[in-house]
């Protein structure tokens, strides 16, 4: 920084106000919770776009992918110069064959294990850019295609290195095609869980790995080598998945006895969907064996089979997966998984 | 004039937050445009940053990616300059 510019007075992250809101100094504590109320006063609602209709594809094309990704070059340009399209060969960017073949890994989760053509069921193509604008520390999904930051060089490194982040964003797309679960409060953590869900299988299914093998983990490898963290949510055990002197540590619960009130990021869509994602978990290794088949079929039958109000909540969303169980398997082992489940982490299911 | 950023949301769900006060006649410009645009669109996207950028008090918000040249400049660099 230089002296003729601007001069910095003060930074204070926010987890260190949750800090001093626990502070035993009575004053500080009072001081830090007034910013954070205040915090929470500035809400903002989101609302996801329609689902737009589903290009037509020529016969012949049903069932195979069509990528596209495009490079931002560092600029905010969406959604940039195209630099390899479907069937080309491999580029020197690292970055963009990753992000092709997440495309392809998701892609090919929906198709092969539920017979869902792409992320709309009817064979949408699939958009992706990178590098997009400087050190940019996030990924997100933007109505109609997915978006990859360079990381910040700092927290994150390359969101295209783990390949449930791209299929946690493209199954944000899945969902507006589906469930349309609006991106706030309860539904908006639900909105992210079934994300993490069919991101961490993406993943799961990509290795072969079985419920037992799988990490469970959402951006195993995001973190720059200075955090002190492995991953940024842990669906096998919310709120450990890092803990870090200057990101502190992570704030997912694992039970409704936990669930965190907040206004700020969208009702705390990222954080309470430790809950939701904590009960699939649960599900996916009580039953065994590759968490795609059942755990996951499950869960894909609840998102398309029409029953979800767009501001669904968690006891909602439970009693939808303890209804498609029982549409599926009927009274076996399945439902007493998912019932066990909702259970654990202390949502009701009737 | 003191400029505030806050930066919510995004895939991490972590927020970070920087406040500096600012002489530098071209950002001191920048605010003002940025204040004289009001809110921006504050309809968001799925694990989109949202921003309230607050200059003397008074507090304008937008999100990813529909940010307007001004507001990226700013944001960008406040969050820089006062991390």
């Known amino acids: ?350 | 004039m003191r400029i505030r950023v806050r930066r919510t949301g995004g895939f991490a769900g972590i927020e970070r937050s920087a406040e500096v006060a600012v002489t530098d006649p071209e950002l001191e410009a920048l605010a003002a445009t940025v204040l004289a645009d009001g809110d921006g669109d504050v309809r968001g996207v799925p694990d989109g940053f949202s921003y309230e950028i607050t200059v003397d008090g008074r507090t304008v918000r937008c999100c990813d990616p529909r940010l307007t040249d001004a507001q990226r400049t700013l944001v960008t660099r406040v969050l820089k300059e006062g991390a």
Not at chain 1, 260 to 277: A, K, M
């Open chain 1, 1 to 350: 920084m230089t002296p003729q510019t601007s001069a910095f007075c003060s930074i204070v992250p926010p987890h260190l106000l949750e800090h001093l809101a626990r502070s035993s100094n009575p004053a500080v504590a009072a001081a830090a919770r007034r910013t954070l109320v205040a915090d929470a006063a500035a809400r903002t609602f989101r609302v996801l776009p329609l689902p737009g209709a589903a290009p037509t594809l020529a016969p012949g094309d049903a069932g195979k992918p069509h990528r596209t990704v495009h490079d931002c070059a560092r600029g905010t340009d969406l959604p940039g110069t195209k630099v390899r399209g479907e069937g080309e060969e491999a580029v020197a960017d690292a970055t963009v064959n990753r992000a092709y073949a997440g495309l392809g890994a998701t892609f090919d989760l929906f198709l092969n294990a539920y017979g869902h053509d792409s992320i709309d069921g009817s064979g949408l193509p699939l958009i992706a850019s990178v590098h997009y604008d400087e050190n940019y520390g996030n990924a997100f999904w933007n109505g109609e295609q997915m978006v990859f930051g360079d990381g910040d060089d700092e927290i994150f490194l390359d969101f295209t290195l783990p390949v449930d982040v791209i299929g946690h964003e493209l199954a944000h797309g899945f969902t507006q095609y589906t469930a349309n679960l609006e991106y706030f409060s309860q539904s908006g953590a639900l909105n992210e869980s079934v994300s993490d869900v069919f991101g961490s299988l993406v993943k799961q299914y990509a290795l072969d790995q079985s419920a037992e093998q799988a990490d469970w983990l959402i951006g195993e490898g995001l973190f720059h080598p200075n955090v002190e963290g492995t991953a940024l949510r842990s669906m096998k055990a919310p709120g450990t998945a890092y803990d870090d002197d200057v990101l502190g540590k992570d704030p997912q619960p694992g039970h409704m006895d936990d669930y965190v009130r907040t206004g700020r990021d969208n009702g705390g869509v990222h954080i309470n969907s430790g809950i939701p994602n904590h009960a699939f978990y649960l599900v996916a290794t009580e039953l065994g064996g590759k968490a795609w088949e059942r755990a996951g079929q499950i869960w894909y039958d609840v998102m398309t089979g029409g029953t979800l109000a767009p501001e669904t909540r968690f006891d909602e969303f439970a009693a939808a997966t303890v209804a498609a169980t029982r549409a599926r398997y009927g009274e076996g082992e399945e439902i007493q998984a998912v019932l066990k489940a909702w259970t654990a982490v202390g949502v009701p299911t009737d």
